[in-house]
């Protein structure tokens, strides 16, 4: 949940000019928050439901994930078209009231005992769907609300803390949740998220620009624009591939751990949302200082630690061994190191996008960026199900760990990590 290299200093943003002074903004920023929240539910409460009420097999399980997540790889770059030519907020409203029904139906379709595997694979299908429609929208919409270039930083380091936020309180909610109400009516609190979202849609009043109109609408040419504006920016070519690395990692290593976690080590929900709650701690740390750090060092050597930081925490999870409280430590403090790394990262990576980016183009740009990223976590979770069911979970574990520390090496030579500012 980012046309040259730079060498000047990131900007630093005044008290004075602020967006803590843009209501609209903060309007979206609240409703964004409390929709990222109720994701997090989701993303523990389905493949739970899948596992607790229909006794789901590894491979089941990564194929719910991969299905999340799929809906990225065919059809972000063609919404990404799309967002480019339709108001970007009515599209957002739409993609929110979608995912609100479909979550609703989760514990309607329980409650009536009309569930089953098939059903939920695509209920969560339908939800990725929405969700590519959504997140193309509002990493674009952002630089509407905000109109300065200079508050970038500020504003991707509050949607960054959002995000923490939501990964520290959403887990250990949803585990609780999950433990008084079941997984399925867990999701209940999910569908209210986003009906807060859509509300504090309805209230922003900032006019947005009219959607440019290109020469040639063609689809396949749109497509062609936003992959090769993408493609020919060196830095936005290094950031989507390794982004593609990292996301595969997260999700594969995510996915597996708690494969491990319910079935070898038999922690409970609440265990293992307190777990992710408590590691979370972490991306919300790098959220909040990364303005700072971001104006103390070179953005280049910001990134390339915090990145390595991503990568390198998933080595703990395969040496945590003795006392269940000691391996649960270990867990933590994996987790904590790679939400660490991300919290930071993803402030630098969207900053970066934005600024290098024209506004017409950015729908496509974020689209292929999307396309990347949440493909990887995409075949990440469709991985962790097929090499879990065929190896075993904590051996799984050990392969997803070592792949992931290799990627280091190319981050070493990445020119985004030689970089010293924005612009």
């Known amino acids: 949940m980012p046309t040259v290299e730079t060498t000047s200093p990131a900007p630093a943003v005044t008290a004075k000019a602020s967006l803590w002074h843009n209501r609209d903004f903060l309007t979206f920023w609240v409703g964004e928050t409390l929709s990222l929240l109720g994701t997090q539910v989701t993303n523990l409460a389905l493949p739970l439901t899948a596992i607790q009420a229909f006794g789901a097999t590894d491979e089941q399980v990564g194929l719910l994930r991969f299905l999340q997540l799929a809906p990225y790889l065919g ?16 599209v957002m409203l739409g993609a929110n009231l979608a995912r609100l029904v479909l979550l609703a139906t989760v514990p309607i379709l329980y409650s009536w005992h009309a569930l089953n ?36 930083v500020e504003a991707s380091a509050k949607m960054g803390i ?41 209230l922003i009043r900032t006019p947005e620009p009219r959607p440019a109109r290109a020469q040639d609408r063609r ?49 409970s929900s609440t265990t293992l949302g307190t777990i992710f709650a408590t ?12 303005r700072k750090v971001i104006n103390r060092f070179p953005l280049g050597r910001v990134y390339l630690v ?13 040496a945590a061994s003795g006392p269940r409280l000691v391996m649960t430590a270990m867990f933590t403090l994996s987790f904590f190191t790679s939400y660490l790394g991300l919290g930071v990262a993803g402030v630098i990576i969207v900053s970066l996008r934005q600024s290098r980016t024209p506004q017409p183009m950015m729908g496509r740009m974020t689209a292929v960026f999307r396309t990347l990223l949440f493909g990887g976590g995409a075949l990440g979770g ?42």
């Not at 590519?132 to 200079?150: G, H, T």
């Not at 887990?171 to 509300?199: E, F, Q």
């Not at 497509?223 to 504006?229: F, K």
């Not at 915090?306 to 395969?318: C, E």
């Open 75 to 90: 059809l972000a770059l063609v919404f990404g078209v799309w967002v480019d030519r339709a108001r970007r907020r009515t």
């Open 117 to 152: 595997m098939t059903a939920l694979l695509a209920i969560a299908c339908a939800i990725g769907v929405a969700s590519v429609l959504f997140d193309v929208s509002w990493m674009s919409y952002v630089p509407a609300l905000v109109r300065d270039p200079k508050h970038y």
């Open 162 to 202: 959002s995000s923490s936020v939501a990964d520290v309180a959403g887990p250990g909610l949803a585990g609780v949740l999950i433990g008084l109400l079941t997984a399925p009516v867990a999701l209940v609190v999910n569908a209210c998220s986003y009906l807060v979202s859509v509300v504090s849609l309805l």
């Open 219 to 267: 689809l396949g040419t749109e497509l062609r624009d936003g992959l090769s504006w993408v493609l020919r920016d060196r830095i936005l070519r290094w950031l989507a591939a390794i982004g593609f690395c990292c996301n595969f990692s997260m999700i594969t290593v995510w996915t597996m751990f708690l494969l491990y976690g319910t079935r070898d080590l038999q922690l």
């Open 279 to 290: 590691a979370s701690i972490g991306g919300l740390l790098g959220a909040v200082i990364s």
């Open 306 to 318: 915090a990145q390595s930081a991503l990568l390198l925490g998933p080595a703990l999870l395969v």
């Open 382 to 423: 469709l991985t962790a199900g097929l090499l879990t069911g065929a190896i075993g979970a904590r051996p799984a574990l050990a392969a997803a760990a070592g792949a992931s520390a290799m990627v280091v090496v190319a981050l070493v030579f990445s020119p985004v990590s030689r970089l010293r500012g924005l612009a």
